[in-house]
């Protein structure tokens, strides 16, 4: 207020206003950006401000003045502002599970739900116990092959699998012919020998083409009854 006194002849009074305005803090966490923020906003008005996160980043939170609030397809108004205004908001790295599995005979490494940032890479190494070979690595549903190692490189969508298999090798032995073979006249019958030949397990016995008995445990067959 002002006062005029002893008044004695026309006054004028001539009086200007400014319009109160408010300054908008902004303040954006790794992985995004926020947008379209006016620098001040006059008292009793509003604005519009957008966030936008980085490729593999999602919106964490949006605070507006302390108040944790939500955006509609990333994009928030404020109205009738009557304080300085502070935005913050934070992002997280998106991130995937990649399903990795063997059947018996062998090890992935590394195995079950193993997570990965979006846009890492991530290693997986197959390695076959003794006595077994990889039979077959499967990623996504395809085919790789008896593969030792594979790589999911720049990985930005969920959904991935690698699962190996195993065969179990088996081992022939080598079996030499057997030696020595003689058959003698006993009083009880007649009587094939042999020397036994390496490695042999059975020794199967002929009679003019037909199998007529198997050995197992020695080197000699008494053909009676046979």
């Known amino acids: 207020s002002y006062t005029i006194q002893n008044i004695t002849a026309d006054q004028t009074i001539n009086a200007t206003f400014n319009q109160i305005s408010y300054a908008v803090t902004t303040l954006a966490g790794n992985g995004g950006s926020i947008n379209n923020a006016p620098s001040s906003v006059n008292c009793g008005e509003g ?6 996160p980085n490729d593999c980043y999602e919106i964490a939170s949006v605070i507006v003045n302390g108040t944790p609030v939500t955006p509609t397809n990333n994009v928030y108004t404020v109205s009738n502002v009557t304080e300085p205004q502070n935005i913050n908001v ?26 990965i940032n979006c846009g890492d890479n991530k290693e997986f190494v197959i390695t076959a116990n003794e006595g077994y070979e990889i039979e077959n690595v499967v990623v996504d549903g395809q085919s790789q ?10 990985v930005t969508e969920a959904g991935h699998s690698i699962e190996a298999t195993f065969n179990e090798i088996i081992v022939v032995p080598e079996c030499n012919a057997v030696t020595n073979l003689t058959a003698s006249v006993e009083n009880y019958g007649i009587v094939l020998s042999w020397n036994s030949a390496d490695n042999a397990i059975s020794y199967d016995i002929y009679r003019n083409g037909e199998r007529i008995a198997t050995e197992t445990n020695t080197s000699a067959i008494d053909l009676q009854g046979h």
């Open 47 to 52: 604005y519009t401000f957008a966030v936008t």
């Open 90 to 115: 934070t992002f997280n790295r998106l991130s995937y599970i990649i399903t990795a599995s063997a059947s018996e005979g062998g090890t992935i490494t590394p195995s079950g739900n193993v997570e």
């Open 145 to 154: 092959g008896a593969i030792t190692s594979y790589t999911f490189e720049n």
